[in-house]
């Protein structure tokens, strides 16, 4: 089965941190671009970040430049996301995804997998 499996979400305070991981299974996440979206509550998803597979060029949005890291370990074939100083506006659900497009400008797109996602809370 093929799968992209999220996990690493949770509740914290704002300035705190946390680590998203994404796990594959069923295939390789080598030659795929991997990004990192959200979705908070009454909004359309939106690209966070995106690593591509080659160069391993990373795209930010800049709601978050300078706060979040994605980093990608294909040897796990798994991908991070740190976050630190962590905002309320963070929150939502975060889903990473498998494309086969990336843009230094614009992030992942044409995403052929998509995780189901893992609740991250700011709050105090």
């Known amino acids: 089965q093929l799968q992209l499996v999220e996990s690493g979400g949770g509740l914290v305070q704002p300035g705190g941190s946390l680590r998203l991981s994404c796990a594959a299974s069923?295939?390789?996440?080598?030659?795929?671009?991997i990004g990192w979206f959200r979705q908070a509550p009454g909004k359309e998803r939106e690209g966070v970040s995106c690593i591509s597979s080659s160069d391993g060029n990373t795209y930010y949005a800049d709601s978050v430049k300078g706060r979040f890291t994605i980093s990608r370990d294909n040897a796990k074939n798994t991908t991070y996301l740190q976050m630190s100083s962590l905002k309320r506006e963070d929150t939502g659900v975060y889903y990473c995804a498998a494309s086969w497009g990336y843009s230094d400008y614009h992030g992942c797109y044409d995403v052929t997998y998509w995780g189901q996602g893992t609740q991250v809370t700011v709050s105090s």
């Open positions: 069923g295939f390789t996440l080598d030659y795929y671009h």
